[in-house]
């Protein structure tokens, strides 16, 4: 089944330590993303790469990393530099970035991010 | 700044009833809008979404209305079913970006009751 992989789907990091999040797809999408969620909040952009090797920083991209060095993954690195980690972070997919039709693009299982 | 606001926290429905979701955005480049819906722990699933060159789009029971003049949206549910109790996000994106970035509102819990 194509689709977007997110792993681990719970993760707790103590104060201080980098963590990172996988994201892999299958769909052979160009154009990638991270979300991240707080409760009762909308999903806000970290990051997007619309090809290899290439990606641009999002809304609230401080504090993470990202890199792209294959098609088909774009990890999602949480730095010690991000003063509130804890959310539910999603990852997405779209065949480019200016794909207009809205069903292309898809979003993982989401992965939620602890600090303890 | 919320560029797009969905001022209902939540909705309550009868099953059978129609279901009326609003949103409404701030920003006069938003040219595409897309409803999801998402359950907790989960990722947002596409719904529906229309072009600012219409003003309705339907899909089985759901249907959007766009009012650029007043730079709202609702989606409609009829009717509406237990199943589609979870939280709805509206998204828009805009002429000049790409259109894989969304702008999200704060989204609304709809609870359908038997």
């Known amino acids: 089944d194509g689709g977007i992989t997110q792993s681990p789907k719970y993760l707790f990091r103590k104060e201080g330590q980098n963590v990172t999040l996988s994201c892999e797809q299958n769909l052979n999408h160009d154009a990638m993303y991270w979300y991240r969620q707080d409760p009762g909040q909308g999903l806000r952009l970290i990051y997007y790469?619309?090809?290899?090797?290439?990606?641009q920083k999002g809304d609230i991209a401080e504090g993470y990393s990202v890199s792209r060095e294959k098609k088909e993954s774009f990890p999602l690195t949480v730095t010690s530099a991000q003063k509130n980690p804890t959310a539910f972070y999603l990852c997405a997919s779209s065949i480019s970035l200016t794909e207009l039709s809205g069903n292309t693009i898809y979003f993982g299982e989401g992965s939620w991010l602890t600090v303890v | 700044d919320q560029q797009v606001k969905q001022n209902s926290p939540s909705l309550s429905v009868q099953e059978g009833r129609i279901s009326i979701l609003n949103c409404d955005y701030t920003?006069?480049?938003?040219?595409?809008f897309l409803w999801y819906k998402k359950y907790p722990a989960e990722g947002p699933t596409f719904l529906i979404s229309?072009?600012?060159?219409?003003d309705k789009n339907e899909d089985g029971r759901f249907t959007v209305f766009l009012n650029k003049s007043a730079k709202h949206l609702s989606l409609h549910i009829v009717p509406s079913q237990p199943g589609d109790s979870a939280v709805y996000f509206c998204?828009?994106?805009?002429?000049?970006?790409?259109?894989?970035?969304?702008?999200f509102g704060q989204g609304t819990i709809l609870t359908v009751h038997p």
């Open positions: 920003n006069s480049m938003f040219d595409y």
């Open positions: 998204a828009a994106s805009a002429r000049g970006t790409s259109y894989g970035k969304l702008t």
């Open positions: 229309i072009s600012s060159i219409k």
């Open positions: 790469s619309q090809i290899v090797n290439d990606f």
